[in-house]
């Protein structure tokens, strides 16, 4: 598995992403964090759960509670025109990151 | 299934947080890791399995409340606004019905940020509840003595009825049975008049010790004019009418309790009063008062009569009989309408009984309606009291206000957040007005428990004098008052946070936070304009509590004319029985050798150096007042010549230390059947007899009352010495002329013994009491106590106005100082980073001190100039409360403002202080 500092540093990069489609609960988002990245990343309910509500809490989400005839209610997610701006700030941020790296990972051996 | 919440419950120990923020993580872990267990039971795991499965996503449940904790400190703000969100949405769907529940959300949401924030929440219920406390105590009094109506069936219609003889300078002049018939039948406009005379009486019989009572004689239909009722047994009535007093007599409660043990059978009992037999007939309920003076306490025994038969003399116009009377209007006729029938009738009497009534008198029947003859002279006092206590709340709620505009900086957010995502300015005002308005209504209800808790308390602080005290009580009118005046200081305070809401600038709140220099300047400006007006109110407050103090430590300098140190005094009251052959004090030589004997008696008590007798006491009750004649000048130009007559023993003025001017005392030779002679004051010989030497010369005493020995012509009396002004009627009183006559030529049957010690009173009053008692075992002895005792008595009431106010005063002060205080250190903690600046810049520590100062004392000296202005026009308002000091003091308007300067300047100097310590570095560093 990746490296834990790796983890933690990307994690809310990770959430933002996933909410950009479209709302989802809390534990869809972790199973869906699983499922992509093919059992590689995987994030327990404890450790998933202070992410969504510090994400909240900057304004970057915002909860809401939905109820279903015949089932618990789930509070579901969604990015905010914040969370979008943020959203798209942090993946350049990001793509550009890679890309410095890896030209100075890869230009020693060019 | 599992239970998941409760699971989460047990597990995830969250701490600081609302239960409803908390409520809803619980649910929300719960609900996912129930899909992890539902996801573990799909994929063919047992019960067991699925649960373990769902229990390994949380590992570290410590951790997860930390994370979650922090992370919760931010979301507040925002949870709160989207809330109010949601129920403003909720509003709008539901209507503009749901006042009551908008209402109630308002107190639901006030009470919740009351308890976000304990400590202050306290201080300021705390404050406001003793404010409140005060303000509903003293208008306990206020309602109870001023403004109730008397305690009588229709007391609107009793009135106080007094006979004047204002030609020649007297009031209160006793009256006769007829002149009390023609107010009955003549006047027409009495449904009922009775009687009143209070004196003293001694119980003699039913116990150990002979008692001295407050006696009243009333005529038969005095409690049925006033709508009273007994507790037991009968009050008077048509059958006790009799010429001379009736066999029935009526007590108090208090009586029944005290010397009858509560005894049910106590009806038909009999007691000897100055030793006549009566019976009693009646208890009177315990809230029962006579409405009136007394001369010392409440009346105790309640006797009746006709006023038309021994001990009194055969009714004629021209003996008097009584004082006092009271009557009831007819129903439809007020006071003004009854005055002038009285006027007219008194005139026509004047003129159809022209022996009786001599001209230059101008003879006159004087009515008031009864509340007011009771409390009139204590009205001005209990009105300073109560603007005291209300300037006290009002600067309190003030200084809630500064606290509540600097608590709402901090809120400014939540609101501009609120505002943003669409509720109304005005809710969001009218929710911070709840919020003071709940605050003030908890705090209102502590005030009232704190009040009815110590009321009897303050009513034993309160002078004697000031009358209904009994009916002092929290009662619905007083309810009200707490009720209106929590609402007034609630709205005060409210308005200014919500004043500063309604003109926040909601972008730059949003933005900027807490930080925002622009809103926290027009919050600067707003919370020195209250400083400026708390100030203003406690120099006001100050002034009057300076001019008050500065009277009665005035008085206590006074100098009485007399030395009051070391002299015990003992009163006792000669008996006066219905039946003269009864009498024992009805020969005036009897009387004589028992003062004689007393005197003698006391003298010798150990520790006693010298003793002596009067009539009348220093300070205690005013003397009975004569008209004089005096010889060698026109009777017309004797009009209004006025003195009071006080019966002194031989001893008297050496005993009581007041030095002689001219002439000599009172000597043992000075008795009846000898020359009659007089002494008299500086006062009288400056006033009647200007550039001339009054000894030798002579005058003529007229007390108006029916004298028994049916003398009607008046011997002459010769001056034979003049003595240093005495503050016979209290130190607050001057001018009032004085003749004193030798006991032994005249004496009535109340009395009091003085005696010069250095003993204090309690070490002797056995012994003087026995040694009076051996002369006459029958004779009570009573107010057995130092001249000090009783001088203080007499100002007793400027006392206790005079330190409750300087203590309302006090409270002023350190409240309008804790409000400069906490304005400048809210001044330095903004403007630090400026001063950071500055100082980086060059400026040095004293160029800081004397910003932050001199912002300062600019406000203490605006507060104070505009206090000044206030009290100025203010003073003139309780100058009847003042003696021998000016309403405009020139010692107090420069004192006051000097000690709230320099207590101003130590509440400023402190925050500068600390703005001089600001380290640029850091100052810069935070922004």
């Not at chain 2, 059947?673 to 010369?697: C, F, H, L, M, N």
């Amino acid at each position: 598995m990746f490296n834990r500092e790796l983890k933690k540093g990307s994690v809310e990069f990770l959430v933002l992403s996933l909410l950009e489609a479209r709302p989802r609960h809390g534990y869809e988002i972790g199973k869906l964090i699983e499922a992509r990245s093919k059992g590689r990343i995987q994030f327990r309910i404890g450790s998933l759960y202070p992410v969504l509500c510090r994400l909240e809490d900057r304004d970057l989400l915002s909860g809401r509670w939905v109820e279903k005839a015949g089932r618990r209610r789930r509070r579901y997610y969604r990015l905010t025109v914040a969370g979008r701006r943020f959203l798209a700030a942090q993946r350049s941020a990001w793509d550009e990151f890679v890309l410095t790296i890896n030209h100075i990972a890869r230009s020693e051996n060019a | 299934m599992p239970d998941w919440a409760k699971f989460v419950r047990q597990n995830l120990r969250l701490s600081h947080l609302r239960p409803e923020r908390e409520a809803e993580i619980v649910e929300d872990l719960a609900e996912q890791l129930d899909e992890a267990y539902a996801e573990a039971l799909q994929r063919g795991l047992s019960s067991q399995q699925a649960e373990a499965v769902a229990m390994q996503h949380v590992v570290d449940w410590e951790a997860l409340a930390i994370e979650l904790g922090r992370s919760e400190r931010g979301r507040e703000t925002v949870m709160a606004t989207l809330l109010h969100q949601a129920e403003d949405r909720d509003v709008a769907k539901r209507g503009r019905f749901s006042l009551l529940t908008d209402f109630c959300q308002d107190v639901h949401y006030a009470l919740r940020v009351m308890r976000k924030s304990p400590g202050f929440t306290l201080i300021i219920i705390l404050t406001l509840a003793l404010g409140i406390g005060a303000n509903t105590s003293i208008f306990s009094i206020v309602n109870a003595v001023l403004l109730r109506s008397l305690p009588y069936y229709d007391a609107s219609r009793l009135v106080k009825i007094t006979f004047n003889n204002p030609g020649i300078g007297l009031r209160d002049v006793p009256y006769s049975v007829p002149e009390l018939e023609d107010l009955k039948s003549r006047a027409g406009v009495f449904e009922e008049v009775s009687v009143v005379v209070s004196g003293s009486t001694n119980l003699t019989g039913a116990r150990q010790q002979p008692e001295r009572l407050e006696l009243l004689e009333v005529s038969p239909n005095y409690f049925s004019m006033l709508g009273a009722s007994p507790q037991i047994g009968r009050l008077f009535g048509s059958q006790d009418f009799a010429l001379g007093f009736a066999e029935a007599a009526v007590i108090s409660d208090g009586l029944w309790r005290r010397s009858y043990g509560g005894d049910p059978n106590i009806l038909g009992k009999r007691l000897k009063l100055d030793g006549d037999p009566v019976t009693i007939v009646g208890v009177l309920p315990a809230r029962f008062r006579h409405p009136g003076k007394t001369v010392a306490r409440d009346v105790e025994v309640w006797v009746t009569a006709g006023f038309s038969a021994d001990p009194y003399p055969k009714p004629a116009r021209n003996v008097k009989v009584a004082r006092e009377a009271i009557g009831r209007l007819k129903p439809g006729i007020d006071v003004t309408q009854a005055q002038a029938r009285l006027t007219a009738m008194a005139s026509e009497l004047r003129t159809d009984f022209p022996n009786d009534y001599p001209p230059e008198a101008k003879w006159t029947i004087e009515i008031r309606p009864l509340q007011d003859a009771l409390v009139g002279n204590v009205r001005p006092q209990l009105l300073v009291l109560m603007a005291a206590v209300v300037l006290v709340v009002l600067i309190a709620s003030v200084n809630i206000a500064n606290l509540l505009l600097a608590r709402a900086s901090g809120r400014q957010r939540e609101m501009a957040l609120r505002m943003a995502l669409g509720a109304g300015r005005f809710r969001v005002v009218r929710q911070m007005l709840t919020e003071s308005l709940v605050l003030s209504f908890i705090a209102g209800v502590a005030g009232v428990l704190t009040a009815k808790l110590t009321l009897s308390f303050i009513i034993h602080f309160l002078p004697a004098s000031v009358p209904r005290l009994a009916e002092v009580g929290v009662d619905r009118t007083v309810l009200l008052f707490a009720l209106l005046i929590s609402i007034f200081t609630g709205i005060i305070f409210g308005l200014a946070p919500a004043f500063q809401t309604m003109k926040a600038d909601m972008t730059a709140a949003i933005r900027e936070g807490t930080q925002g220099s622009g809103s926290s300047a027009k919050t600067f400006r707003l919370r020195s304009l209250l400083i400026v007006s708390e100030l203003a109110l406690a120099v006001v407050l100050m002034v009057g509590a300076g001019l008050l103090l500065r009277t009665f430590w005035g008085l206590l300098q006074e100098n009485p004319g007399f030395n009051p140190s070391r002299v015990v005094t003992a009163s006792f009251w000669l008996p006066n029985p219905n039946d003269p052959k009864t009498d024992v004090y009805a020969n005036f030589a009897e009387r004589t050798s028992f003062i004689r004997d007393v005197i003698r008696r006391v003298a010798t008590i150990p520790g006693i150096d010298r003793a002596a007798m009067t009539s009348d006491l220093p300070g205690a009750r005013p003397a009975i007042t004569a008209a004089l004649v005096i010889e060698d000048r026109a009777t017309d130009s004797s009009q209004g010549l006025t003195a009071e007559v006080i019966r002194v023993s031989p001893d008297y003025f050496m005993l009581m230390q007041c030095p002689l001017i001219r002439g000599r005392f009172f000597l043992e030779s000075d008795e009846s059947g000898k020359q009659e002679v007089a002494i008299i004051d500086e006062t009288t010989a400056r006033r009647y007899w200007s550039g001339v030497d009054p000894v030798g010369r002579r005058l003529r005493l007229d007390r108006n009352t029916g004298s028994q020995r049916g003398n009607l012509s008046l011997p002459w009396v010769i001056v034979v010495g003049i003595v240093k002004d005495m503050k016979q009627d209290g130190l607050d009183t001057d001018g009032v002329p004085h003749i004193f006559r030798p006991i032994y030529q005249e004496a009535g049957r109340a009395m009091s013994v003085v005696a010069r010690t250095p003993l204090p009173a309690s070490l002797l009053e056995s012994q003087i009491r026995s040694e009076i008692q051996s002369v006459d075992p029958t004779l009570p002895v009573f107010n057995i106590r130092s001249m000090n005792d009783v001088m203080d008595v007499s100002i007793a009431p400027r006392r206790f106005s005079a330190e409750l106010v300087g203590v309302f005063a006090a409270v002023a002060m350190l409240l309008s100082s804790i409000g400069i205080y906490g304005l400048l250190a809210y001044m330095v903690g903004q403007r630090s980073r400026e001063i950071g600046i500055r100082v980086a810049l060059g400026a040095q520590r004293s160029d800081i001190l004397t910003l932050i100062l001199g912002k300062g004392l600019l406000l203490v000296g605006a507060g104070i100039a505009i206090g000044l202005v206030l009290a100025s026009a203010a003073a003139p308002f309780i100058a009847t409360l003042l003696y021998g000091v000016h309403p405009f003091d020139v010692t107090v308007f420069v004192t006051v403002p000097l000690v709230l300067m320099l207590v101003a300047f130590l509440a400023t100097y402190i925050p500068a202080r600390r703005a001089t310590m600001v380290d640029p570095i850091i100052a810069l560093h935070e922004s």
